[in-house]
């Protein structure tokens, strides 16, 4: 039972008030204002006051995924930083093993979960006002305090090769894998954030402990507060509960330069959950940082997002396939523009190519209305306002732009940078970015189908 | 991850909803709204009384393709002017039907919500059910049918609602292949005179504008909506005959999807927040029984956890009660077993006083944030309105559950979560799974199913 931990807010006030600085203020789009702090150990705070309703979202986002394990000469392998995420969530030595969800779920805990993926790893969970300082002390203690023995180690291992085992049996998880992989050849952004089977079995108790020391430090890890609290009083605990954790230096071991694709790679894989056919196309795109971020996003709309998408009218519409999807993973390196597409039944992957070829060209030459370019825009701030609707998808949201570029002004600046995006811009996007020499295009297709295509030079 | 589970949301209320679902302002139409002064968006949810069950029998997906086909066109607008009008205003409008309502929601910029109206009352009194249009979604809708079976848990689900209610309506809502091609547009264009009435619709909208000046908004721009008679079709009882299994033969799968149902409870029974406490300790949570003890303690499953919505999502009659696990396939012959136990365990034994004094904590904590959002209110409001699901104030919600007694509450659970009657559905290797169904204690018959889209 944690409960006796809570002591009053004012007491911490007090004792921590010279423990951080104060970075800065800003008013979100929404309204609400972001204060930053930073503590003297370097651990960065953003909190948002939203007092809508007595509630909170926090969340901590570690500055570690699956590209920094396999850079480190130590690991070298994959799925580390997925498998370690799991064991934080079993004890310390403070708090015995399932007490961390026991507690919290007591306290009324809503949405508690984490993720790993390629450039970060992130802890969430909304709870009561009230629980404020539970929290803070809970999360901190996991931090620093993690207890990894064997027993939780093997114990974990299962659960972890069950989830790996449901994206094997999902062709969309294997096609996705697929596009990574071929799509990279130098970067790590290759190989899968959860591993390989036999990555996953060949971790031990010694390489979670290096993880734990090397990565999860205060100065490696952002928390996010989003919901009815008073900034100071966060970061008042904040200084309580985290102060005392000592920054560490942190392996920064630069990710080898992907190489400029020239030349289109075709990728076919046979899955035996697939029905029909179904077709990846991942471009090579410059990383999230880059000036031309917002302008990628209005092109993602123009051609994948909504029914006015460019795509919709010349693969769906057409009956070359029944439904297409789009991502567009802007991430800490160059990463991928993805289209995706389900093949309607007597139609296969060349006539779809050749339906995007014709798509392309019309946005590189400019054959689109500014009506087109309003559509795309305006569905690109719907899109961002969904996710500003609740205290848990806005910290996300500038939780992966903090990963991602380094802080979440971007995220706001992006927005009113989508605002301008012209038609100059997106013909420039289609020209850079979106040509077939770019691209890694993965057909997906049922057991049984007979074969075609190969790599295309 | 540590994800189990994609439940619905649940139950609950808020601190500053009004009382009754029909708003004091007068409205023409059956009205919900929510006020949250700082959204950037206005969210719309048009609520048809007509879903899958109200499809003649050979016309399986009538109600989800009659939907659908609205956004391909009206008499004044084709379908390209039609989604540049919507989209181009910063919306987005998707539909969704289960098996007694479908689902028209929208979203869009706050500032564009007079001219999306506009749209809508064209959507809503004049679509074209043009020919070539209709074709061409005749065709993207039985492609996506198709694809929907690509997803081994869609097939075990399918498996399940097959099984117990022997009716495509019931099991796919959005219809089948074959159902789908028999449709004309001449029975577009009845279902849709038939069913898009004002009697039929329910109208709930989330935005920052005050409620007065949104009702009458509302009422202005969809005054042309006709009047006709209400739908609201009754959900026919599941078929329970002892404990039976079904497999739905895929081979190469390295996990097995498992459903295990039985009777439902509905959402606006009264005992239903009760019972929803003793899932709770079942297997609503991450620190439920199932859970605990399938994935944490065996390392069997990654997902395991039971919910009275995994079925039919929420309605106003019963559905069923069913959990969800997906052991790898090596695990199978002792996850399977075990799991069925726990759900015998539980309906006998129910929970235990420590379990009860936790959940009850736990929820009346939780309650929070079933009303966070003007949206998630919405969400109870509606639920109030067709399926009679009482609103609770978080007071009166944290009595509600103060008052429940252990002894009463096991009682309760014995009594509405029968185990004598199940069934089990599960997608893989019929050689492999058969032996192991069979072997469950009670089980009386394993059919191979076959699923076609």
Not at chain 1, 186 to 204: A, C, K, N, V
Request: negative net charge; hydrophobic residues 40%; glycine residues 8%.
């Amino acid at each position: 039972m944690l409960r006796t931990f809570v002591i009053t807010l004012g007491m911490i006030t007090v004792l921590q008030a010279k423990a951080f600085d104060k970075i800065g203020d800003v008013t979100l789009p929404n309204g609400l204002p972001m204060t930053q702090y930073r503590l003297s150990n370097g651990l960065q705070i953003y909190v948002i006051k939203n007092a809508a309703a007595p509630v909170f979202s926090f969340q901590t986002w570690f500055n570690v995924g699956s590209v920094s394990e396999r850079l480190d000469p130590k690991i070298g392998r994959n799925g580390l930083a997925h498998f370690f995420e799991h064991l934080m969530f079993r004890g310390t030595t403070r708090v015995p093993d399932g007490e961390f969800d026991e507690v919290l779920t007591r306290a009324g805990v809503n949405d508690e979960n984490a993720t790993t993926w390629l450039d970060r790893t992130n802890y969430y969970q909304s709870l009561p006002k009230e629980a404020l300082e539970l929290v803070m002390d809970l999360e901190s203690d996991r931090m620093t305090s993690l207890n990894l023995d064997s027993q939780t180690v093997e114990s974990e291992r299962a659960a972890v090769i069950g989830e790996y085992r449901i994206g094997l049996d999902d062709p969309d998880s294997t096609a996705y894998d697929k596009l990574y992989a071929a799509a990279f050849v130098s970067h790590p952004y290759q190989y899968t954030t959860i591993g390989t089977e036999d990555e996953i079995r060949s971790f031990t108790l010694a390489d979670a402990r290096y993880f734990y020391k090397t990565y999860y430090a205060p100065n490696n890890a952002v928390v996010l507060v989003v919901g009815d609290v008073v900034p100071d009083e966060v970061v008042a605990l904040a200084a309580k509960y985290y102060g005392a954790i000592a920054s560490q230096p942190i392996p920064v071991i630069p990710a080898p330069v992907e190489p400029a694709q020239t030349f289109e790679r075709q990728i076919e894989f046979r899955h035996g959950q697939l029905i029909g056919s179904k077709v990846l196309i991942g471009f090579h795109i410059p990383e999230a940082r880059h000036a031309d971020s917002p302008s990628l996003l209005v092109a993602q709309a123009m051609l994948a997002l909504g029914d006015g998408a460019m795509l919709n009218a010349s693969w769906v519409r057409t009956g070359i396939a029944s439904a297409i999807s789009s991502d567009l993973n802007q991430l800490k390196d160059p990463g991928l523009f993805i289209l995706g597409a389900d093949l309607q039944y007597g139609h296969d992957s060349m006539e779809l190519m050749g339906a995007l070829d014709r798509s392309l060209s019309q946005l590189a030459v400019g054959v689109f209305t500014d009506g087109d370019l309003e559509r795309a825009r305006n569905q690109v701030l719907l899109r961002a306002y969904q996710q500003w609707s609740e205290n848990g998808s806005l910290a996300s949201y500038l939780g992966e732009f903090i990963a991602s570029t380094g802080s979440p002004h971007f995220a706001i600046d992006l927005l009113k940078a989508v605002e301008t995006v012209s038609k100059a811009d997106i013909q420039r996007m289609a020209a850079n970015y979106l040509n077939s020499t770019n691209r890694t295009v993965v057909v997906g297709k049922p057991i049984g189908q007979r074969s075609t295509g190969g790599e295309r030079r | 991850m540590k994800l189990i589970a994609w439940t619905a949301v649940g139950i609950a209320t808020m601190m500053t909803m009004n009382a009754n679902a029909i708003p004091t302002i007068p409205s023409s139409f059956n009205l919900v709204v929510e006020t949250d002064p700082q959204a950037m968006l206005v969210d719309l949810r048009i609520i048809v009384r007509s879903g899958s069950l109200s499809d003649p029998e050979n016309l399986p997906g009538l109600a989800h393709f009659t939907a659908r086909a609205l956004l391909r066109g009206t008499k004044t607008r084709p379908f390209s002017d039609l989604s540049q009008a919507i989209e181009r205003l910063g919306a987005r409008v998707s539909i969704s039907v289960d098996q007694t309502t479908t689902v028209i929601s929208a979203s869009v910029l706050n500032k564009n919500l007079g001219h999306f109206l506009d749209v809508m009352r064209d959507v809503f009194t004049q679509p074209a059910f043009d020919v070539r249009e209709m074709d061409q979604l005749q065709k993207t809708i039985q492609g996506e049918l198709r694809a929907n079976l690509q997803d081994s848990r869609v097939l075990a689900k399918r498996g399940l609602l097959t099984a117990a209610y022997r009716s495509a309506r019931m099991a796919s809502p959005e219809g089948t292949i074959g159902g789908i091609g028999r449709i004309t547009p001449l029975d577009l264009a009845a279902f849709f005179k038939l069913r898009y009435v004002r009697e039929n619709l329910l109208i709930a909208v989330s935005s920052p504008l005050p409620e007065a000046e949104l009702i009458k908004r509302i009422n202005s721009k969809l005054d042309s909506i006709p009047s006709g008679v209400l739908d609201a079709p009754v959900i026919p009882a599941a078929q329970f005959n002892g404990r039976r299994a079904v497999i739905v033969s895929k081979q190469g799968m390295s996990t097995v999807p498992f459903y295990v149902a039985t009777i439902g409870v509905s959402d606006g029974d009264p005992a239903r927040p009760a019972l929803e406490l003793g899932n709770f300790v079942f297997g609503e949570d991450y620190t439920s029984r199932l859970i605990q003890t399938l994935r944490v303690l065996n390392g069997w499953t990654y997902s395991a956890y039971s919910d009275y919505e995994m079925f039919c999502g929420s309605q106003r009659d019963a559905t069923l009660f069913g959990l969800y696990t997906v052991p790898g396939e090596e695990f199978v012959s002792k996850a399977l077993p075990r799991t069925v136990e726990m759900f015998d365990s539980y309906s006998m034994l129910g929970i235990t006083g420590a379990e009860f004094q936790d959940a009850r904590e736990s929820l009346g904590n939780r309650f929070a944030f079933k009303t966070d959002t003007a949206e998630k209110r919405l969400g109870l409001r509606i639920r109030e309105t067709l399926n009679g699901r009482p609103l609770d104030s978080v007071t009166a919600y944290r009595d509600r559950l103060a008052a429940l007694e252990l002894t009463s509450l096991n009682r309760l659970i014995q009594g509405r979560t029968p185990t004598s009657s199940l069934w089990l559905s599960a997608v893989g290797n019929p050689d492999v799974l058969k032996p192991v169904l069979a072997g469950i204690p009670g089980v009386e018959s394993v059919e191979v199913l076959d699923i076609q889209p």
